[in-house]
């Protein structure tokens, strides 16, 4: 069975000692970057390989035209499987994605695997604490890859906007554009990321954290279909982003969940945005 949204702590338990199956760590902290792998170091999945956001996840924030990318841009797709590739991902395995945030992290790798096209990737629900909550061990060893990965760029399972795509959108309409961040920070208020504060003119926001229960864990999809489904007409026509592209994919996941399918990411997002005083702010 290929798991494509959520895996539980229980069923991921089951498969630690299947090949065919990689677990990720991608823990962070976007006011202290080094965090997330000192946390690893403290303890993590036994097995679990370390992904950082803004060294595996990202790439360059400057464009070679000298335009700003965003906080967290797409890596070059050559370069991200290669990543992949030393963490000895292969064309069928099973990968399993996990933080301590809710999954505001781990959805960002789920979709960049989709973005190369590899469908068998999933986050474990409830991240770390839910593996915790089962008593199942942690390890301090860092797992030796035997041998290199054999995964190959696939046709993409996402789609995404580009800034001029966005901009155009102003116009003509024709796509919702929901903003990940907190209600705060999409009024413009307590922004203590970006150089600006606002939102993109005619986004709507649905806060990622609204996506999961009191425990960390998402809602079930009959809820957040019902959900979604309030906030979005056609799926195919909505454009998520957030500050900088991540917590964004956390809405995108919630959407697949739903079985609401054909929403695009913009990948630079508000950070992006926010860069040139041309653009307009609301």
Not at 35 to 41: F, H, L, P, R, S
Request: charged share 20%; glycine share 8%; aromatic share 8%.
């Amino acid at each position: 069975m290929t798991f494509s949204t959520l895996v539980s702590a229980q069923t991921l338990s089951d498969h630690l000692s299947d090949p065919n199956w990689i677990v990720i760590d991608c823990r962070h902290d976007l006011a202290n970057p080094e965090a997330g792998q000192a946390a690893y170091a403290q303890g993590h999945i036994p097995e679990a390989r370390f992904a950082h956001l803004d060294r595996d996840l990202a790439g360059p924030t400057v464009a070679a035209d000298g335009s700003f990318r965003g906080r967290h841009p797409l890596p070059d797709r050559t370069d991200f499987l290669a990543t992949l590739r030393q963490w000895g991902i292969n064309e069928h395995t099973q990968v399993v994605i996990y933080d301590a945030h809710g999954g505001m992290f781990a959805a960002r790798l789920w979709w960049m695997l989709r973005w190369v096209g590899h469908q068998a990737a999933a986050v474990l629900d409830g991240g770390l604490q839910a593996w915790q909550s089962l008593d199942l061990p942690l390890s301090t060893d860092t797992p030796v890859v035997a041998k290199i990965g054999n995964i190959q760029e696939r046709s993409a399972l996402t789609k995404q906007l580009s800034v001029e795509d966005v901009l155009r959108n102003l116009k003509e309409q024709g796509k919702a554009l929901i903003d990940a961040r907190s209600p705060d920070r999409f009024r413009g208020e307590n922004e203590t990321i970006d150089p600006v504060g606002g939102h993109i003119p005619g986004a709507g926001n649905r806060f990622f954290k609204d996506n999961l229960t009191a425990d960390g864990r998402f809602k079930t999809s009959e809820q957040l279909l019902q959900e979604w489904q309030a906030i979005i007409d056609e799926p195919s026509e909505a454009v998520m982003q957030c500050g900088s592209g991540v917590t964004a994919c956390h809405n995108l996941l919630a959407l697949e969940i739903a079985g609401l399918h054909g929403a695009a990411l913009y990948p630079g997002s508000w950070s992006e945005w926010c860069s040139d005083p041309k653009r307009p702010v609301a």
